[in-house]
């Protein structure tokens, strides 16, 4: 029975798009509301700058005008009583009053029409010392007439200005506290609209999603159920075709021996045979020698040539074909063998097992002038023949396809990699075209210039055996620069990893 398709997030692809879209405008709100916040935010803070700006003004107008009140009275109680402890203080008020006003215009930098009334307070102050100076040292009739008009006096008109000045400087800074609490009044009443909104649509956006998945949850414990039970039977027929795998792998390697043993009867026979042409051969030239040596009549020329030299090119025609044939049974028999072999891991310092290869050759990379590097390696739990026949495989090709004319460098690296361990064997050798890649790892294909020996074997066989080792070996490689061959391996063989 076939299961109804289940989508990733719905019943089908309208669901599942629908789901999309909702939960796309609810990260959309999200969005709009969390910036609608940092907006708010960094208004409130410059609202709130901007008032605690405004209450420093209008605080330092306070300390102006208190200064210019205390200083105004400290200069009436010197014309009065002509004690000098009222100039101190006249003195200590007008140094207070002008810090204050330095003070005032360092903080109304930002508002011209403020600075314009800081500057004609600073007049009304400048003139208001002067004439405090100048009234210093009056006496008799001019300080009795000072005395008298006192209401028309310079210094108090200029304190009244100066008065009046503050206030306007207060009104205005008062106003544009009003405008910016205002203002920040308005921001607060968006963010409640935008949070009231958000949610709103959240809730909307929240059960609708709800009730599409709930449905959906529905649908997928009913597939779920389903599919379980298509699982139960795969897992059955999974087991039957693994189990027919394994019989016929073992057919096969069965009659890849039956094969190999009985193609060797027929080559022994051709092989004897072969043999007993060659003494026939000797001694019918034995006895053309002996004709020539006695004056017999010789044969004619032709049945001369075929006994001298066409039945011996035949016969080592014959022996070299049946020897290379030879090479490929006891190759054959010997794959087979291999793939009968029961595996036993162990645990195995890869570095270990490279050494003890690397020293088996070291003659012939001694004889070759070749430099063998070897990092270090993982260690893995496997098995020891397969994995030196493979390493052992890989680095004597590395030595035996070098570079003629080119010192040969051969470099061992490794490591581990998501629970697998990796083995590197790189030279720079003669290198493989691109399109042999791959054909090199087929029984009994070689590539390039067949001038060593080989059956073009050993890759197939350690290509087959990394498989049933559970891991695999890739090649990169360009010709006439070098190749590498990387062996991959779990870090632990386990039994089902085997290649069936």
Do not use: C
């Not at 010392?129 to 009234?135: C, F, L």
């Amino acid at each position: 029975m076939e299961s109804a398709r289940i989508s990733s997030l719905g019943r089908d692809t309208r669901a599942s798009r629908l789901i999309i879209l909702l939960l796309t405008i609810g990260f959309v709100t999200l969005l709009a509301a969390a910036s609608t916040a940092f907006y708010v935010q960094r208004q409130n803070e410059a609202d709130a700058r901007m008032v605690a700006h405004t209450l420093a003004v209008e605080a330092n107008l306070g300390a102006f005008a208190s200064a210019t009140e205390r200083m105004e009275t400290a200069r009436r109680g010197l014309i009065l009583t002509q004690n000098p402890a009222f100039a101190t203080i006249m003195d200590e008020a007008e140094g207070r009053s002008r810090a204050q006003l330095a003070s005032l215009e360092a903080l109304i930098s930002d508002n011209p029409n403020q600075r314009g009334r800081a500057a004609r307070l600073r007049a009304h102050l400048d003139a208001y010392g002067r004439h405090y100076r100048a009234t210093l040292g009056l006496r008799g009739a001019d300080r009795a007439a000072l005395i008298g008009d006192f209401a028309n006096d310079k210094g108090v008109l200029e304190v009244r200005a100066a008065r009046a000045l503050v206030e306007t400087m207060l009104e205005g800074e008062l106003a544009l506290l009003k405008d910016r609490e205002a203002r920040q009044q308005r921001t607060q009443s968006l963010f409640t609209l935008t949070l009231i909104g958000t949610g709103i649509l959240l809730l909307v956006v929240a059960a609708a999603t709800l009730l599409l998945v709930r449905n959906n949850l529905v649908e997928l414990r009913a597939s779920r159920a389903e599919l379980r039970r298509l699982n139960e039977g795969l897992e059955e027929l999974v087991d039957a075709r693994t189990g027919e795998l394994k019989r016929a792998n073992a057919e096969i390697q069965r009659f890849a021996y039956i094969v190999s043993h009985d193609l060797r009867s027929p080559l022994v026979n051709v092989m004897g045979f072969t043999a007993e042409l060659e003494t026939a051969r000797k001694a019918i030239s034995g006895y053309l020698e002996q004709g020539d040596a006695q004056g017999w009549k010789a044969p004619d020329a032709a049945t001369r040539l075929a006994i001298e030299e066409d039945l011996p090119e035949s016969i080592g025609f014959i022996r070299t074909s049946t020897q290379k044939m030879d090479r490929l049974i006891n190759a054959i028999l010997n794959l087979s063998r291999q793939g009968r072999r029961t595996l036993a891991p162990e645990t195995l310092a890869l570095g270990d097992v490279v050494g003890a290869i690397v020293g088996s050759l070291q003659h012939r990379i001694d004889e070759t002038g070749t430099t063998v590097e070897v990092s270090d390696l993982p260690t893995v739990i496997n098995d020891r023949v397969a994995v030196e026949q493979i390493l052992s495989n890989l680095i004597e090709n590395a030595l035996k396809y070098l570079q003629p004319g080119r010192a040969g460098i051969i470099r061992v690296d490794g490591g581990t990699d998501l629970g697998r361990a990796w083995v590197s064997v790189a030279d720079n050798g003669r290198g493989i075209e691109p399109r042999d890649h791959e054909r090199v790892f087929d029984l009994f294909r070689r590539s390039g210039v067949q001038d060593q020996q080989g059956e073009g074997i050993g890759l197939a066989h350690a290509r087959a055996l990394a498989y049933r080792l559970g891991g695999n070996i890739e090649i990169q490689s360009e010709l006439g620069t070098g190749s590498t061959f990387r062996l991959i391996l779990p870090l632990v063989w386990q039994n089902g990893e085997e290649d069936a």
